[in-house]
C-alpha cells in the first residue's frame, strides 16, 4: 500500500510539472510578423509627422498573447498583423479613421481623427479570452503613454503604402 501512495504522489508532481513547462511554453512563444530596419523603427521613433499629414501609431507593447497575431484594419484595408512589443506606424492626411482588430473571440473598432502634425495612438490590448485565443480592445492613449509604449517596441513593416 505505502508504494502506491509514493507512485501516485510521484505522478501527481510529474504531471503539474509538465503542466507548468507547457504553459510557461505556450505563453512565451510569440507571433512572428514582418518588421522593418532598425533605422526605419529609429526614424518612426523621432515622433516627427510628415508635412500636411497625421502620424497614427498602432501599438501592442504588453508580451501577454504574444503567440497570437492580431491584424489590423484602417478604413477596412488590413496593414498588417501585430505581435508582442510592436507597432504599426501610418502617414495619414488629415479625416476621420476606423480602426478595427479582431480574435478569434471578437472585434475591436474605434474612430481616430487624425490632425495634420499630431501623433496620435491607439493601444491594441489583447485580453484573456473564454476559449482559443485572446479578446481584443482598442483604446485611444495620451501622447506620453503612447510614446512609452513604442519606444519598447519594434515596428512592424505595414502592407499598404504609409501615405494615404
Not at 34 to 53: H, W
Request: with cysteine; aromatic share 6%.
Amino acid at each position: 500500500m505505502p508504494c502506491k501512495l509514493k507512485e501516485r504522489e510521484y505522478v501527481r508532481k510529474n504531471v503539474s510539472i509538465y503542466l507548468a513547462s507547457l504553459i510557461l511554453m505556450l505563453l512565451a512563444a510569440c507571433a512572428e510578423v514582418p518588421m522593418t530596419s532598425e533605422s526605419l523603427d529609429q526614424e518612426a521613433k523621432k515622433f516627427t509627422p510628415q508635412a500636411g499629414k497625421g502620424t497614427l501609431y498602432i501599438h501592442r507593447h504588453e508580451i501577454f498573447a504574444g503567440r497570437f497575431a492580431l491584424p489590423v484594419q484602417v478604413n477596412g484595408l488590413s496593414v498588417g498583423q501585430t505581435a508582442a512589443s510592436s507597432y504599426i506606424l501610418l502617414n495619414l492626411l488629415p479625416g476621420l479613421y476606423s480602426v478595427e482588430s479582431n480574435s478569434t473571440e471578437n472585434t475591436a473598432q474605434i474612430e481616430v481623427m487624425i490632425e495634420p502634425g499630431k501623433n496620435h495612438f491607439v493601444w491594441l490590448e489583447p485580453k484573456l479570452g473564454m476559449w482559443i485565443g485572446p479578446r481584443v480592445a482598442l483604446q485611444l492613449v495620451d501622447e506620453k503613454a503612447g510614446r512609452q509604449a513604442v519606444m519598447e517596441s519594434k515596428r512592424i513593416a505595414v502592407s499598404i503604402p504609409e501615405s494615404r
